[in-house]
């Protein structure tokens, strides 16, 4: 079945350290997003991209960092340098462009 | 002023009941999306507008793209406990989605 997938489902790692969540759709849809989300916040878009080896920065890119080297991957690495890692990130896809996007399930990070 | 402002943050009904939320902007948008999320899902689409004036049903759930371009609204009829969660509209701007905070939605026992 066509979809997105993200993983891990949970994700706990000790502060300092950096990791990378992982977002895979075989949609065929030329643009990825990433948004975090806090309790009451909304959905906040922290990168997209696009088209392949290109990507934007969204509202809250600091401590982030994305790829885009092939058209069904954009995996998202929180770093060190995220003042605040723990939240819930959800990854979507459109067909081109700011389209109606279909979301995956979501990893949920938790920073100890 | 890009901004998404949904009202109201949340919502306690009774099993039964219609529902009303709204999604405002000082700005123009040329397309108003709702979204749907269950606790620790990813949010599903429940209808997307494209047209002002535009009204849009699927199922119980009814949205209209404001006739202004700044706002829609969505309703949802005869509530059951499935429809807990929380309601999300989104619009895009250049290349962009963008949210508003979403709607929590409670019906009581």
Redesign the interface.
Known sequence: DGGIT?SPKYLFRKEGQNVTLSCEQNLNHD?M?W?RQDP????R?IY?S?IVNDF?K?DIAEGYSVSREKKESFPLTVTSAQKNPTAFY?C?S?IW??????????T?LTVV | GQQLNQSPQSMFIQEGEDVSMNCTSSSIFN?W?W?KQDP??????LI?LYKAGELTSNGRLTAQFGITRKDSFLNISASIPSDVGIY?C?S???????????TRLHILP
Not at chain 1, 40 to 43: A, I
Not at chain 1, 97 to 106: K, L, M, N, R, S
Not at chain 2, 40 to 45: A, R, T
Request: no cysteine.
């Open positions: 993200q643009a997003y948004y009451g916040q909304g959905l878009l997209y696009q934007q969204g959800l979507a459109s462009g700011p389209t109606e996007a279909f979301f995956g399930q979501g949920r | 397309t999306l979204y620790g899902e990813g949010p599903v689409l997307a999300f989104a895009n701007r250049d290349d962009k989605i963008i949210f508003g905070k979403g």
